[in-house]
């Protein structure tokens, strides 16, 4: 199990020339201010960061949308991760871009999932067995102010794209079904395609050989004259049938590259624009302050002022911007000129075989004369032999994903499933006890899969103890990454001051060995969590003027690696 920890986050709003960055403490952090101060939109933003929307999200900070950078290791290892609008680009130690991504469930989330051993595979809504979304790796670990103290499992926007996510993904993270259980479905799945693919080539060969020997209990060659011109006349219309959809994709295509075209110049010309105002802030600061600048055309005499300098620096700042904008537009662009393009080749090959069938039909009735029947039956021992190799190879496919499907049936271990549900309705009792909640039966809550029917004030405390049994059974037997937990807003459905103090006394001393926790509260209630405070002090505004130089020049550098990869190269994934 790999251990990810949160190491800082940095916001920035260039438009409002304020920022924001926070440390975060590997074990522990609070999150303390009034309401509006903006915990949960700096909470959200840290997921938001990793390509997981959060289910609910302020529209003033949704209208904002900063640039975020996200500081993080795994196992040690340092990473961190910028989002850009609907760009996400991935850096190493050094802070050199790894990649690039415009697009989370194709591109940013299997690259997450690989770095953090997330093997599950599951079906999206067509069916298709997808990756899922980053926001399915952090669903246990984020307990979210709006909705996870009204039901558990449901802290992200978009979680239906997973057709009934809920069991897989419990099964999953509490370690019932590992990552091998994932890993050996996947080899089935590859196992019984290529039976599918080799049996449908077996049953082409068996129908070829069915014919030939058809043809070879007759010793004639008569040949149907009205039905060889109805052939012909059918490859015809198929002929031009396709060279008419060739048309309307070289349409497409035309109007695909003319996009590109305007998009290339848009580039040239912001790229022209930043280097301009590179050089004017540049010459504005290697004149001398005190002396000024001196018109060379007209000889008025200018002061070189901070003002003036800094609008340069702005001007570069929204041109990078644009330019990682108009970057991530020509590579959708050039997406949809490849497949266009793919669609163009693959009818361009139709129209090839047709016209060649023509060929062979133009000369079929001078050559049917000379076909010997000897050949007919070279041909049908060609064909045996495939079919029979054919046959042997599908055998062993089938022996291959019936070692698997043993093995899998092995993985779901009852002994294993027995030793995690004992321990989660373990906890579950003993926790359910510390937080003083009385009247939840055991059989609501046995399965480890259950919503919580609890009501009222007891509802919020019930699902805590319930988040606390998942997060120590997860720490024992996941087998994915273990993340950090990050707890918004304990404080719900007007608890009473002794049920508060019992909430953050728990969370308090039940947080699991080695693990990393970020806390978001209102109040302390005198409860020493012996751990940094962030402190948010400004009503309705989380980013500060203050902290906008220095967070400005740190997030600099991981603009400017993106634009001059993407500038070159173009790359998304």
Known sequence: MKKFILSEILLISHQEKKAKKVIFDPWRTLIYGKNGMGKSSLIKSIYKTFGAAPFKDHPLWMDLNPISLVKFTVDGIAYSILKNGKVYAIFDSDDLLIEAFNDVTKGLGPFLANLFDFKIQLPDQSGKSITPPPAYLFLPYYIDQDTSWQSNWSGFAKLTQIRGYREPMISYHTGIKPNEYYETKIEIEEHKNAISTMESENNVLKDVLKKIQEKLSHVDFNIDIDLFKQEIEDLLKECERLKTYQNVLRTKLIELYNWKLSVES???????ALNESRKDYKYATQVLIDNGVECPTCGAHYENSFADRFEIAKDEDRCKELLIELTAELSVIDER??????????????????????????????LKDVIENAGRNEVRVVFEENSSLLTQQIYEQHQLKIDLEKKLKALVNKDRKKEILDMYNRLMRNFLTQIDVKTLSEDSYKKIESTIPETGSALPRALIAYYFSIFHVMKKYTTSAFCPMIIDSPNQQAQDHGHIDQILEFVNKNQPTDTQMILGIEELYDVDFNCPIVELTNHRSLLREDEFAQVNSEIDHFLTEVWNKTKTNRLFR
Not at 266 to 272: E, G, N, P, R, S
Not at 339 to 365: C, F, H, P
């Open 337 to 366: 000129i490849n497949r266009e393009n793919n669609s163009y080749n693959k009818y361009n090959e139709e129209v090839k075989r047709v016209e060649a069938l023509l060929e062979t039909k133009k000369g079929e009735v001078k």
């Open 266 to 272: 848009q580039l040239d010309i912001t790229t022209h």
